[in-house]
C-alpha cells in the first residue's frame, strides 16, 4: 500500500476553495489514477472571519505557515495566496525545508522564477506552475512535454480574460472601453483595481513563463514591452471590422534563430476568420506553432475557481506520480524543460520587430487636405497605404482617420507617426496597432 500524501494548503479564496473541493470530491479518480491517496493535511488563511463560496473546514486550519513546514505529513505545499512578497517567502522556506511546490502565482515566477527554480534545484524538490498561464488550459505541459519534440518558432495567445471581455463586449454591444470594464467587474471578470489587466502587465507576467518554457532560460520581465487596451474606442473595433479584423490584446513571442526571441504584448488586430478571432468572452487561448508539428490550438476557461483549481490538483497529482515513482525527493524535470539551459537568460529582443502591417488611427480636424498631408508624409517615409476610411464629421470639427499600411519597418514607421503627430491639425498622439494577418 503506498502512503498517504498530504498537502499542505496556503489560501482559502477563489481557487484555494476548489482545489480543496477536487480533492475531497473526486478523491476515488485521484486514487486510482496517481495510486495512492492525497489528502489535505493543513489549510493557512489570512483572515478567519471572510466569507467565503466555499465552507473552511476549521479543523485542518493552521495559526501559522510554520506549522505546514514542520508537519511531517505534508510532502507538497500549495500556494494560493496571490501576491509576491508574502507568497514568495512561503515558497522559498518550503523549497528550503525540501517541500515540493504548487502554484498558480504568475507574477511570482515571472519575477523571481529564476531564484526559486534555482533553489527548487539545489534541494532536489519539484515546482509546478500550469495554472499560472490560462487557468484550466494544459499550456504549459503541453510545451513541456507534448510539443518536446519540436523547436517552438511563434506563440500568438489571448492569456488575460479581463481584456478579451471587455473587447468583446465592445465589439458585441457597442459599448465603450469604461462602460465595458463596468460590465466586467459587475460580473466578477475585472478586480476593483483592474490595471495590471486592462495595463498588459498580467498577459506580459504569463508571456514570460510561456517564453521561458518554450525557449529555454528565464526572462527578465524588464524586457518585455507591454500595452495595453484602454486607448481603444468602439470606433477602432468598428474600423478593424471594416477591414476585415477583430482587435485582441495578444501576448506574442516568436524566435529570431540565433538572434534571439521578439517578445511584446498589445492589442492587435488578427483576421476575423482566424481561430483566435473567434475565441469571445473571458476564455483564454493559445496559437502555438512547433518546426515539425506545425500549428496547435490551446482554448478555454482562463480563470475562474474550479478551471484554475483543475489545474493545481493537476500538478499535485503529477508531484504525487514523482514521489511514488522514487523513493527519495526528485527533481525530475527543471521548472523549464530544459536541463542545460535553464540558468541562462533568455535574449529576449526589443519589442515588435517589423517588418510589419500596421493599424493607424488619427484625430484630426475635419478640413480639405488633411488626409493629403498624412498620406504624404507616409509616402515620403516608405510606408504604403492598403486601405483607408475617415469619418465625415462637420468642417472644422474632429473627425477620425483609420488606415491600414503595408508591411512597413518599425523605423520607418515611427518616423512617419512623429511627423504626423506634429501637424497642427492633429488633436492627439496616433493610436498603433501593429496586425497579423496571417493567423
Keep these: 500500500m503506498r502512503p498517504e500524501i498530504g498537502i499542505g494548503l496556503v489560501g482559502f479564496g477563489t481557487v484555494g476553495s476548489g482545489v480543496y473541493r477536487i ?31 466555499h465552507a473552511l473546514p476549521r479543523q485542518l486550519v493552521v495559526k501559522h505557515y510554520a506549522e505546514l513546514l514542520k508537519n511531517p505529513e505534508i510532502q507538497i505545499i500549495v500556494e494560493l495566496v496571490g501576491g509576491v512578497v508574502f507568497a514568495k517567502k512561503i515558497i522559498i522556506e518550503a523549497l528550503r525545508a525540501k517541500k515540493h511546490v504548487v502554484t498558480a502565482n504568475k507574477a511570482l515566477i515571472a519575477l523571481h522564477g529564476k531564484e526559486i527554480f534555482q533553489l527548487a534545484e539545489k534541494n532536489n524538490v519539484d515546482i509546478f506552475f500550469e495554472a499560472a498561464v490560462g487557468g484550466g488550459i494544459p499550456i504549459l505541459r503541453s ?7 519540436n523547436h517552438i518558432r511563434s506563440i500568438h495567445a489571448i492569456v488575460n480574460g479581463t481584456c478579451n471581455f471587455i473587447l468583446t463586449a465592445m465589439e458585441e454591444a457597442n459599448l465603450s472601453f469604461e462602460a465595458a470594464l463596468q460590465q466586467a467587474k459587475a460580473m466578477g471578470f475585472a478586480e476593483a483595481d483592474p490595471r495590471f489587466d486592462i495595463e498588459g502587465t498580467d498577459a506580459a507576467h504569463k508571456l514570460a ?3 521561458g518554457l518554450s ?31 477583430k482587435i485582441k490584446l495578444l501576448a506574442v513571442a516568436k524566435s529570431q534563430g540565433g538572434k534571439g526571441i521578439e517578445a511584446w504584448v498589445g492589442p492587435t488586430l488578427v483576421p476575423q476568420g482566424s481561430m483566435l478571432a473567434a475565441v469571445h468572452g473571458s476564455n483564454n487561448a493559445a496559437l502555438v506553432e512547433g518546426d515539425y508539428v506545425g500549428r496547435t490550438l490551446f482554448y478555454g476557461q482562463g480563470a475562474g475557481s474550479y478551471p484554475t483549481a483543475s489545474a493545481v490538483v493537476g500538478d499535485i497529482m503529477e508531484v504525487v506520480r514523482n514521489l511514488y515513482a522514487d523513493d527519495d525527493l526528485s527533481y525530475t524535470v527543471p521548472p523549464l524543460g530544459h536541463f542545460d539551459l535553464h540558468h541562462q537568460e533568455a535574449n529576449i529582443l526589443p519589442g ?88
Design 209 to 211: 513563463i510561456l517564453v
Design 143 to 149: 510545451i513541456r512535454e507534448g510539443l518536446a519534440a
Design 215 to 245: 525557449q529555454g532560460g528565464y526572462v527578465n520581465f524588464k524586457k518585455i514591452h507591454h500595452v495595453g487596451i484602454k486607448a481603444i474606442s468602439v470606433y477602432d473595433i468598428q474600423m478593424a471590422k471594416r477591414f476585415g479584423y
Design 23 to 53: 480533492l475531497t470530491r473526486n478523491a476515488s479518480l485521484i486514487r486510482r489514477r496517481v495510486g495512492g491517496a492525497v489528502k489535505v493535511k493543513g489549510i493557512l488563511v489570512k483572515d478567519h472571519s471572510k466569507r467565503r463560496t
Design 352 to 439: 515588435l520587430l517589423g517588418p510589419s502591417h500596421y493599424y493607424l488611427r488619427f484625430q484630426v480636424v475635419d478640413k480639405p487636405g488633411v488626409l493629403g498631408k498624412i498620406t504624404g508624409i507616409l509616402g515620403r517615409c516608405g510606408v504604403g497605404i492598403q486601405a483607408v476610411h475617415q469619418d465625415l464629421k462637420q468642417i472644422g470639427k474632429k473627425s477620425p482617420v483609420a488606415l491600414l499600411t503595408h508591411v512597413a519597418s518599425q523605423d520607418k514607421l515611427k518616423k512617419a507617426v512623429l511627423a504626423i503627430d506634429r501637424l497642427a491639425v492633429v488633436f492627439e498622439p496616433t493610436l498603433v496597432m501593429p496586425v497579423e494577418p496571417n493567423l
